[in-house]
């Protein structure tokens, strides 16, 4: 057996990716919109992180006195 024969017979990468999410159209577009929502998600967390790990100490909540009133008694 050549390695043609084989590789027809096993199928790629994408030949498998085409046979799982590819073939249906309901899949691939279910696929695409759960990719793009937990892709959303993973940036917006990322960025998040890396905002607030470069500004701390200057947020509203590193700020002790803000938001405190003194007692009138």
């Known amino acids: 057996m ?5 590789r027809r017979s096993q199928g790629g990468l994408f ?6 999410i590819m ?4 899949v691939y577009v279910t696929f695409v919109i ?3 929502f937990l892709g959303e998600r993973a ?14 100490g200057k947020r509203y ?4 006195v ?3 009133r003194q007692s009138e008694e």
Do not use: C, F, K, M
């Open 34 to 36: 759960v990719g793009a």
């Open 43 to 56: 940036v917006d967390y990322g960025v998040h992180r890396l905002w607030e790990y470069n500004n701390v």
């Open 66 to 68: 803000l938001g405190q």
């Open 23 to 26: 073939r249906r159209n309901s």
């Open 15 to 20: 030949e498998g990716l085409y046979r799982v």
């Open 2 to 6: 050549d390695s043609a024969t084989r």
């Open 61 to 64: 909540e590193d700020i002790p």
